[in-house]
């Protein structure tokens, strides 16, 4: 009733992200007062306006205004972040997994999950939670047949292609491989995150004691339900 | 508003399910943060109407009731909407839809579902408790809002507090029997989204068949169980859900998508339901028969419209 979909591809690319992150600052810009939430994906912005001030016929003709006349923005030029992630079987259950499925060693999985920048492509699921990839082709692993009823706050983990770290202690079924303690929630909580879409992320190994010593907490992952 | 009265109810029992809300989170969807807020954002307006409150004064959503209880701090005037949750004051029946009095020491107890499933219980200018961002609606799984800050729900030994004075009690213009959140089966649905995908059988069922409330039903959605939808369209890459979105996964039984869902899903949707149907099937208990019926996105414009100039 109050909700559009804009749809700019038909596939995840990370040649997309340029686009997107235009089309959200100008839709931002254009809707103004009129936006009740504007929710950008892979492929798509989701402009939900105040349908009791806009009519739907004005905010078609918004939206095409944009479309018109947008140009990708540089996102080489966006922000980098650098996570430090402790990964260990004991707080990544799943690292033995990805590596059988991998056919490669455990350190091997982590040097290939560290050997790339990963493009932020949409944020969603929890507060400050960014969908990340794409990771080696060799890394791809299907969800968790049942996920985890919990998962720890700072847990990374990988599905299929996608990368990513959760904010908060939440359910989830994805293949975890280590630990950080990237303050993604507390920065959501301020209503600026940590990760936007267009960012790229390179993640650093550290060890037990770096990682404790930025204040992570070691306790163990339950295994896989 | 005149100030200094103050107030609070303090949790003897916490039921099963009962939290704060409001209007819910809005201009926060790009975070990943859902939009939380009343699900029966219709009974929920009128609560704060009884009492002259803001229209999104902070209020209580209690879900079931299954033995919550609240003993009055101070003496005041409150507002029950919404379901009929066999509620009573002390030994005294509650019925929504009207304002009442309490007096310091008195105990509200809110026992079992009779007719829908969430009352709302407002209270003097609402709860003061604290804004997490723009809302004080409690979010469980986001650990945001409520009356500690975190999305904790009630539990026992929790003071509700207040500091507002309401504008004066009013009396509901219409029976609350007859409430639109509370009466009628029909889900008004505006089609869109992936909706040209399912096959044409699919749809007739969709719009011409009943459809049961599952028992899998919380905040976040609630499923419904009947006909089983096909969907042409494989796999879908994920993108933002509206209120009310009825997305059929691959078991072709849809779920339709309320106050805390995820931001965004990659499941293929019919449209989404009319705020005014959303809030109608958050008051379905399991087993209720509803069905869905089409509706032209002005039309239900319009309905809205007309529901929000009510409470004027």
């Known amino acids: 009733m109050d909700a559009l979909m804009v749809r700019l591809f038909d596939t995840i690319d990370e040649t997309n992200m340029g686009w997107i992150v235009a089309a959200d600052k100008q839709l931002r810009q254009v809707f103004a007062e009129d936006l009740i939430d504007l929710v950008p994906s892979y492929t798509t912005l989701m402009v939900h306006y105040d349908a009791l001030r806009l009519s739907h016929a004005e905010a078609l003709q918004r939206i095409e205004q944009v479309l018109e006349s947008l140009q990708p923005t540089d996102t080489r030029q966006g922000r980098r972040h650098e996570v430090p992630v402790w990964y260990d079987p004991s707080v990544g259950p799943e690292l033995t997994r990805v590596a059988q499925q991998a056919g490669i060693a455990e350190e091997d999985v982590v040097k290939r999950h560290c050997s790339r920048d990963y493009y932020v492509f949409a944020l969603g699921f929890a507060p400050g939670y960014g969908f990340m990839g794409l990771v080696h082709e060799a890394l791809a692993t299907p969800r968790l047949k049942t996920p985890r009823r919990r998962v720890a706050a700072g847990s990374v983990g990988i599905a299929e292609r996608q990368t990513a770290i959760y904010p908060l202690l939440s359910p989830g079924g994805w293949n975890i491989l280590g630990r950080t303690t990237f303050p993604l929630f507390e920065y959501a909580l301020r209503g600026e995150p940590l990760l936007r879409p267009g960012d790229r992320v390179r993640f650093q190994p550290i060890s037990r004691e770096e990682f404790v010593a930025q204040g992570g907490d070691t306790t163990p992952l339950e295994a896989a339900p | 508003m005149s100030s200094g009265e103050y107030g609070s109810l303090r949790v003897v029992r916490a039921g099963p399910l009962a939290l704060v809300v409001d209007n819910g989170r809005y201009g926060v969807r790009h975070l990943g943060v859902t939009q939380g807020g009343a699900a029966d954002w219709f009974s929920f307006h009128w609560a704060n109407w009884l009492l002259g409150n803001a229209l999104d004064a902070a209020a209580l959503e209690i879900v079931i009731g299954g033995g919550l209880e609240l003993e009055a701090q101070a003496d005041a005037t409150l507002a029950l909407m919404g379901a009929d949750l066999d509620a009573q004051l002390d030994d005294r029946s509650l019925l929504p839809g009207a304002s009442f009095e309490v007096r310091a020491g008195q105990r509200l107890v809110f026992r ?32 945001l809002g409520g009356q500690h800050g975190d999305g904790r729900t009630l539990m026992v030994g929790d003071s509700l507090e207040w500091h507002g004075r309401s504008s004066g009690s009013r009396g509901l213009p219409f029976e609350p029997a007859t409430s639109l959140s509370l009466s009628g089966n029909y889900l008004a649905l505006v089609p869109g989204a992936q909706i040209g995908h399912f096959s044409g059988a699919s749809l007739s069922r969709a719009f011409n068949l009943p459809w049961q409330v599952d028992d899998r039903a919380d905040r976040m959605g609630v499923r419904l169980v009947g006909p089983r939808l096909v969907c042409r369209l494989g796999s879908m890459i994920s993108e933002g859900i509206p209120l ?44 209720r028969e509803v069905r869905l019926v089409a509706t032209a996105r002005e039309q239900a414009l319009q309905v809205h419209r007309r529901c929000l100039a009510a409470l004027q």
């Open chain 2, 112 to 143: 079992q579902p009779r007719n829908g499933l969430r009352a709302y219980l407002a209270v003097p200018g609402g709860f003061s408790v604290p804004k997490v961002l723009g809302s004080r609606s409690a979010t469980p799984r986001e650990q």
């Open chain 2, 244 to 287: 009310g979105a009825v997305q059929v996964p691959p078991d072709g039984q849809p779920i339709v998508l309320l106050n805390d869902r995820q931001t965004i899903g990659g499941y293929p949707r019919l449209g989404a339901l009319t705020p005014l149907a959303v809030a109608r099937l958050s008051q379905c208990l399991p087993g």
